[in-house]
């Protein structure tokens, strides 16, 4: 049997997409179950579970669907999550210990660290094989200094509860970005029992086969749009390019943000209702395809000390053949370089910014989105994950 564990899948299931955990899943052939809750992370509630069965029925009838209950929350730091993670966690630790069978594969995210902390707990006992999936690093990605004492008390609780639960053993792990394999290896981690797996698009979402009409023409002979589609939150900071767009001398920059969140007020304030910059507010992934792929060239731009290095938006990007500029993230950068269909640079400030997307110009757009069109294929989910069989079942 080969377990996904993922307490907050729920945020998938409501918007009606796939996901990564539930693509590694789907391309499992074997008995295979998701264990989750009815919570949902981003907008702090729950959903029905009747939904979600609904949705895995019509994804993949073969997975089985484990619920666990999970305590509701409104800070992302904040003491009752981790109450809420503990509790959830006690849960999954007593379900493994009663449930899986030493031949059984659990694969578990590395966040939240209570969930991966009780899971090594319950291998322990039951010597199960244990995979696991770092997409996000704690407590590198949380800005301490902007969340003072409480920010820094959360990253020693984080490297406590890592450092006791890797001494248990990790059979193999995946990562999804290069430098995470640093963080992996500061906690004794072995590479050669690892797999760098980005995170990828669905290609159910976004098509198997891009249309030549693509954004293979600008949209206006006048303007060049960028984009940025994501959560408008802390790792993120799109204050540098809205200073650029809206006091640039040039008068050819739109840019189009898609997405809420808690910077949204801050954003809107800072672009002084320019015609330069157009807000979308929360849009259905259906729409977010259509929009990404009427524009030129996508943002990505992580705020210095953040550790989102190769976010979904990025792999968003590849799948509407959009160019890329990035800053702030090395991984993405380099990444974006190797295989020419971005520009960018290690820092994210107004300076920098400015530089950079003043180099950009229109036949560099239209060359590095053919470039973006032959590597497209390689990074669906579909594509990433076909062999991972090999792996769970080595």
Partial sequence: MFYIVAPFETENISRGISSRNLEILKSFQGKKALILSRFEHRDKKYNSRQQVVEFLSRFDTEILTIFLFCPPYFKNISLLRILSNLV????????????VRPEDTVLVNSIPPEVVFFTSFARRLKRFKLILDIRDIWPDAILAKENGWLGKIFQSYCRVLYRIAFRTGVEHYFYVSKSFNVWAKSYGLNHNFSTFLPLGYDSNRWGAEVSDSTNSSMISPSEINFVYVGYLSEQFDLTPIINVVTRSSRNDFHLHIIGGGPY????????????????YGMVCPKDVVNILESKDVGILPVRSGGKAYMP???FDYIAACLPVVVFG???????????KFGWGSCENNINTCDEILNSITRDAIVDKSASVRIIRSEFSMENLYRSINNIIEK
Avoid at 88 to 99: A, D, P, R, V
Wanted: aromatic share 14%; charged share 30%; no cysteine.
């Fill in 88 to 99: 959830f966690s006690i849960q999954l630790f007593l379900f493994l210990l009663l449930k």
């Fill in 264 to 279: 949204n007020n801050i954003y809107r304030k800072l672009s002084k209702d320019s015609s330069r910059v157009t807000f």
């Fill in 312 to 314: 979904n938006k990025l």
């Fill in 329 to 339: 993230s090395k991984d993405a950068l380099d990444f974006a370089i190797d295989r």
